[in-house]
T-cell receptor, first 115, second 111 residues
Framework: DAGVTQSPTHLIKTRGQHVTLRCSPI?????VSWYQQVLGQGPQFIFQYYEKEERGRGNFPDRFSARQFPNYSSELNVNALLLGDSALYLCASSTGTGLAGNEQYFGPGTRLTVT | GQSLEQPSEVTAVEGAIVQINCTYQ??????LSWYQQHDGGAPTFLSY????GLEETGRFSSFLSRSDSYGYLLLQELQMKDSASYFC????????????FGKGTTLSVSS
């Protein structure tokens, strides 16, 4: 079975631009979470979606938005990019039921560089 | 709010045993998880403790004491491939099953 996939793998953008990152969860998983990881830090929670509904939002500005589609894939959008948005963006899927130890399955991430 | 504390770095030699501690602060507790992340890679799930005590999975074990808000990851028979970052995590009270991660412990294993 395929794991979590993300696209693109790398991206270079200029300050002020907009970016869309994509994620496909593991088949059968209905929950997708987005995390931002800057160098030397742990992943920081941005959004979680379950059954196409937003379940939670981390402490990120409104420039960050996301959605989940009927096939459970997800997009993360970031507007008006800042240099500080440069990071590894990770998508994680799970069953969403809270069982099985909250196990999250992470994709390889999208490395975003803002210049 | 929620927070987790863990050491930033640990070094050890092949074959040794190392313990990575984690203390957490959270008003609602749904268990403590551990993830491993190699440089440039995705975090991968290692273990989960919902109840007090020790959980063993091969060379790795994880311990939890809910009364002390404390847990640790124990890695035995260290191998070079265990060099990685290790994160403890708790469930985000505001967001279903999403996780709050510690800042991570970088483990360096030398020969």
């Amino acid at each position: 079975d395929a794991g979590v996939t993300q696209s693109p793998t790398h991206l270079i953008k200029t300050r002020g631009q907009h970016v869309t990152l994509r994620c496909s969860p593991i088949s059968g998983h209905k929950s997708v979470s987005w995390y931002q990881q800057v160098l030397g830090q742990g992943p920081q929670f941005i959004f979680q979606y379950y059954e196409k509904e937003e379940r939670g939002r981390g402490n990120f500005p409104d420039r960050f938005s996301a959605r989940q589609f009927p096939n459970y894939s997800s997009e993360l959008n970031v507007n008006a990019l800042l240099l500080g948005d440069s990071a590894l963006y990770l998508c994680a899927s799970s069953t969403g039921t809270g069982l099985a130890g909250n196990e999250q399955y992470f994709g390889p991430g999208t490395r975003l560089t803002v210049t | 709010g929620q927070s987790l504390e863990q050491p930033s770095e640990v070094t050890a030699v092949e074959g040794a045993i190392v313990q990575i501690n984690c203390t957490y602060q959270t008003s609602g507790f749904y268990g403590l998880s551990w993830y491993q992340q190699h440089d440039g890679g995705a975090p991968t799930f290692l273990s989960y403790n919902a109840l007090d005590g020790l959980e063993e999975t091969g060379r790795f074990s994880s311990f939890l004491s809910r009364s002390d808000s404390y847990g640790y990851l124990l890695l035995q028979e260290l191998q070079m491939k265990d060099s990685a970052s290790y994160f403890c995590a708790v469930r985000d009270e505001q967001a279903g099953t999403a996780l709050i991660f510690g800042k991570g412990t970088t483990l360096s294993v030398s020969s």
